[in-house]
């Protein structure tokens, strides 16, 4: 199932280097029948003036999400996507995007979610590509196939809701990935008019994903990562929340495939949700 790992020294350090791959490993491999290469962006619209050739764009807010329900596809509008895309259950598929990664790592959750065999990233994604003056291509793929089974989506191993998380607040180890100013209710409704309330979730602690990158994009080392999360109890039940879900998604797989935490949860409604949620509780 899947193409060999990525065998590079400088992957080797972390938790689970088969979870990320480089541009050079990745560049050598373009072309491999089993490998699917996914663009998902916050501007979706990047993928248009060149990306790396063979990739399909997803677009995680049209591609990615129920139209009606605030919630994910279900499982047969997933593999109605992967089709598309030509991608089987058999496949690597490696994931990257602009913004660091941002909305590349959100995007790879949501595989997780459906517990597709092997999904990695492109550690730098698109903005390291891009810096190292790598090919790039204008051509879209038009592969597709039919053969991607229906998967029940796992919404309770990585995944958290509101009802969950107010009833355990005392048991669980809280992180929110927003600004300080966020954090501690120094916002105005000028900043944020969709959200009702500030504040944050009582006894969260608040840290930012940039720390977790160097400037080129690229993760840290595993030892500044730790030494970032020191304070921090590596084995606690652990929830990460942001303001709507993919800086979270990005500190979940900061934990859980570098660092190596077993027990990492996405609270994807995020303080959207939670700003506005009819009695729920907020600190400042």
């Not at 891009?130 to 051509?139: A, G, H, L, V």
Request: glycine share 6%; aromatic share 10%; charged share 25%.
């Amino acid at each position: 199932m899947g193409i060999e790992f990525d065998p590079s020294p400088q992957l080797a350090q972390y938790a689970h280097p088969e979870k990320l791959v480089t541009s050079a490993w990745l560049g050598a491999k373009l072309g491999s029948p089993d490998l699917k290469v996914l663009e998902s962006d916050e501007d979706s619209l990047l993928y248009d003036i060149g990306h790396i050739p063979t990739a399909h764009r997803v677009n995680w807010s049209a591609d990615l999400n129920d139209s009606v329900c605030r919630d994910f596809v279900d499982g047969e509008a997933f593999a109605q996507l992967m089709n598309s895309r030509g991608i089987s259950r058999e496949d690597t598929v490696v994931i990257y995007g602009d913004q660091s990664n941002l909305w590349a790592v959100y995007t790879l959750w949501v595989f997780e979610l459906f517990g597709h065999p092997d999904v990695r990233l492109l550690d730098g994604g698109r903005d390291a590509w891009m810096q190292e003056e790598k090919e790039t291509s204008y051509e879209v793929p038009n592969r597709t196939t039919d053969s991607y089974p229906v998967i029940n989506r796992d919404d309770a191993t990585h995944r958290v809701f509101a009802d969950e998380l107010q009833a355990h607040l005392d048991s669980l180890q809280i992180l929110d990935l927003r600004s300080p100013e966020e954090f501690s209710g120094r916002t105005n409704e000028e900043e944020h008019p969709s959200v009702s309330r500030a504040g944050h979730v009582p006894g969260a602690h608040n840290l930012a994903t940039a720390n977790n990158l160097y400037p080129n994009s690229r993760f840290r080392s595993h030892a500044e990562l730790a030494a970032a999360h020191q304070q921090l109890d590596s084995s606690a039940p652990t929830v990460v929340y942001c303001s709507s879900g993919a800086s979270a998604a990005h500190e979940w797989f900061t934990l859980t495939y570098l660092l190596g935490w077993e027990n990492v949860r996405v609270y994807d409604g995020s303080w959207t949700e939670w700003g506005n949620k009819v009695r729920a509780p907020i600190a400042h």
